[in-house]
């Protein structure tokens, strides 16, 4: 069993309620949350068309298998799905000389003719500075030639998009240039912390997603709920449904429409007004961990789309600062060697702080 390291440690402050108690050795790790989310990611401005000679591109190894309309929908990044469809119809796109359908499967070595095709032209980036690229690098916990984990850290989404130029995925490739393939197995919301897979190669990224397909990677979370969790709650099975706000905003709710979703919970300390729970999820749908412990009646400490005003309000007001939610522990088997691995993330700075917080007011209160 392969364990991995890294640690470090810091502070910030918590408030209310009582709890459930049991043993917990919380690691430490300083990693940065929102505050230490670059302030240049802006939005670059909008691509420009441009229009791309006929091209013949060689198979590589790492493609073999691949289905004809993934391989273009990589090398044509932009092009609407429906372009690509057309061209491969009408026999433009060509396998070997061959003509092909949108489903054949390449294999090493096979010469793939890519038709002119109008394409978006991207605009100049904002570029990730050298200390967010350094910051990122040393949150690398795991490495081996398929694959790395992140201890991500909180306010950095995982990859740019809605109003930011770059996430931790831009940053990773901009950090390694040579990198031939960096891509994310999964994802964290922009304030959860911890542990994020990113596959090196095409085949590490299709065994990582099919192993999560399957329930073969175990993930588990550390959230400081608020309020004291119940003994005899120990797994949330309610069905999930996402919808939108008026303003846009994506939400999620219990709902008999919703898709089947499980969530394991264990109460590892209890404090004045608060309840430190590992959250395992055996389902993987958005909010999900937020959501069920908010249906369980004790939401996630600093969660600004879950918790009520009243209890977000006492928890800043006691210094809490971020979401108090983070992707602790991964075990998983590595792709090639199958060599089972236990990876777990120390907390950052702030939610360090709280628990620190939280454990002298107990203290003291004795």
């Known amino acids: 069993m392969t364990k991995a390291p890294r640690n470090r440690q810091a502070p910030r402050s918590a408030p209310r309620r009582g709890g459930v108690a049991q043993d917990h050795k919380p690691r430490t790790g300083s990693r940065p949350q929102r505050s230490s989310a670059p302030a240049d990611t802006r939005a670059a401005e909008p691509a420009r068309e441009v229009r791309e000679g006929v091209r013949h591109v060689s198979v590589e190894e790492d493609n073999e298998g691949q289905r004809l309309d993934n391989f273009l929908l990589a090398q044509l990044r932009g092009v609407p799905k429906s372009i690509i469809y057309r061209v491969i119809r009408k026999g433009e796109v060509r396998v ?19 038709p002119p095709i109008t394409v978006k032209e991207k605009p100049q980036q904002v570029a990730p500075g050298s200390r967010v690229k350094t910051v990122m690098e040393a949150a690398v916990m795991f490495e081996n030639e398929q694959m790395l984990v992140v201890n991500k850290p909180a306010g950095i989404a995982v990859h740019g998009g809605s109003g930011l130029s770059f996430g931790l995925i831009e940053v990773l490739r901009s950090a390694r240039p040579e990198a031939r393939f960096l891509e994310l197995v999964h994802r964290l919301d922009r304030d959860t912390s911890g542990l994020v897979m990113v596959a090196k190669k095409r085949s590490a990224l299709r065994y990582l997603q099919d192993e999560l397909r399957h329930k073969r990677i175990r993930k588990h ?3 400081l709920v608020a309020g004291s969790w119940p003994a005899s709650v120990n797994r949330v099975e309610e069905p999930l449904l996402r919808y939108e706000m008026p303003n846009g905003e994506r939400r999620v ?12 919970f264990r109460c590892l300390s209890a404090f004045e007004g608060y309840s430190l729970m590992e959250a395992s999820p055996v389902t993987g749908r958005t909010h999900q961990i937020r959501v069920h412990a908010m249906w369980a009646g004790h939401p996630i400490a600093g969660d600004d789309k879950y918790m009520d005003d009243g209890s977000l309000k006492a928890f800043r007001a006691a210094g809490g600062q971020r ?26 700075e702030a939610f360090q702080h709280v628990l620190a917080r939280l454990a002298a007011r107990q203290q003291s209160g004795r």
Do not use: C
Request: hydrophobic letters at 35%; glycine letters at 6%.
């Open 96 to 114: 070997n000389k061959g003509r092909v359908k949108p489903d054949t499967r390449l294999k090493a070595g096979d010469n793939v003719r890519i």
């Open 221 to 223: 979370y550390h959230a």
């Open 323 to 348: 979401l108090m939610l983070h992707a602790r522990a991964l075990e998983f088997s590595l792709p090639v060697s199958g060599e089972p691995v236990r990876l777990e993330a120390p907390y950052d």
């Open 253 to 264: 709710r219990v709902d008999e429409e919703g898709k089947a979703s499980l969530t394991l």
